[in-house]
């Protein structure tokens, strides 16, 4: 179900000098007419003090209509580029970045929220390769924030919810930090059971991050070095090629039992790739041959943001969805974010857009 902290932006006094600041249900709210464009208005009984029903939203106090900011924001997770939506809406690209890096910092409010203590058993990691600034043309050589850049993804095997990204301009940089959200979010002591490519060095950040070095036998120099556990479940698809051309694929079973290993998390990545397939249809900035690729990493890393939960909870995935039950032979839809148990129906791009994280205070009615 959904989380009784994500609620809508006038179920709550916003005012933080109120003795009933963030409490949601506390009877204090009213309604208090509306303003001149038709936005409903609220008023706390409490402190007596006025907000709108936009309050902490990407709509707040803007001059655009809420339609024109939807829809501009929606379009830019269908692969529309800033330069296509001035052309359609009239609007300013920056006008549209900034709607954008609200709604990028919006959506990572609600990802930290539901995916505090978020506990997979297994998953996939892997990561695809953008540009930031050029795309690495002669007479442009690589540097910190421009030239290539590598965009991780840890999506959860059983729910396809994707529960981590991370962008940097090697591999490892992505592995690390992939790993460092997994320990953050559900796994603090050992990692899930994970299955990637053979690149990325995510054997070495997993030791860098959950490794431990053997007991002290009493004798000689402290071992400091850190070391695999054996409860680890960790499986690598190695791709061959020749040149440009395919040739096969190698399983290597790195951490745990072969076969407990090979059951448990199969032999392929095919889900981890799905879903950058469908980043790349969704988000025009990871597309490689277009000119709609990023010129700043912060924005590269706001509309990764926006797509992710664009996809986990506006997004049905046809393979989860279930059975009615109607007798009929019909099936239910479901989102990434519903197969997990994070909400009980898929929303819409306003829903996501016009619910809030209450304040993390003692709600009490």
Not at 183 to 206: L, N
Not at 293 to 314: G, I
Not at 315 to 344: F, H, Y
Request: charged residues 30%.
């Amino acid at each position: 179900m959904q989380h009784p902290r994500l609620v809508s932006p006038g179920s709550f006094c916003w005012n933080q000098d109120c003795p009933d600041y963030g409490k949601v249900g506390h009877g204090n709210i009213i309604k208090f007419g509306r303003t001149q464009k038709g936005t409903q208005r609220y008023r706390c009984k409490t402190c007596s003090k006025t907000f709108v029903q936009t309050k902490g939203t990407v709509f707040y106090g803007r001059h655009h209509s809420q339609e024109t900011i939807l829809e501009c924001l929606a379009w830019l997770a269908e692969r529309s580029s800033l330069a296509a939506i001035h052309r359609v809406k009239g609007i300013k690209e920056e006008t549209v970045l900034d709607w954008l890096k609200e709604a990028a910092k919006h959506v990572e409010e609600i990802e930290a929220l539901l995916l505090a203590n978020y506990h997979l058993t297994r998953a996939q990691l892997d990561a695809l390769w953008t540009y930031v600034g050029h795309k690495g043309e002669r007479g442009h050589p690589e540097e910190e924030e421009r030239g290539t850049f590598w965009r991780g993804t840890i999506i959860d095997i059983d729910t396809r919810l994707r529960v981590g990204r991370a962008i940097g301009k090697e591999e490892g940089e992505v592995a690390t930090a992939l790993m460092a959200k997994l320990k953050a979010r559900g796994h603090p002591d050992s990692p899930p059971a994970i299955a990637s490519d053979g690149e990325g060095s995510y054997r070495e950040a997993m030791v860098k991050t959950w490794g431990k070095a053997p007991k002290y036998a009493g004798r000689g120099r402290r071992p400091r070095r850190r070391q695999a556990q054996p409860d680890w479940h960790y499986l690598q698809v190695i791709k061959n090629r020749s040149g440009n051309r395919w040739k096969g694929i190698t399983i290597k079973v790195v951490y745990g039992d072969p076969e407990e290993v090979l059951n448990l998390l199969g032999e392929h990545t095919a889900y981890v790739e799905r879903t950058h397939l469908t980043s790349r249809q969704m988000n025009g900035r990871l597309v490689r041959k277009t000119l709609s690729f990023s010129k700043r990493r912060e924005m590269l890393e706001a509309s990764c943001a926006w797509e992710d939960w664009v996809y986990n909870l506006t997004r049905s995935v046809k393979t989860l969805r279930i059975e009615a039950g109607n007798g009929r032979g019909r099936w239910q839809p479901r989102s990434p974010a519903m197969a997990a148990g994070l909400t009980d129906h898929i929303w819409t791009v306003k829903e996501l857009l016009m619910t809030v994280v209450a304040p993390d205070v003692t709600n009490t009615k």
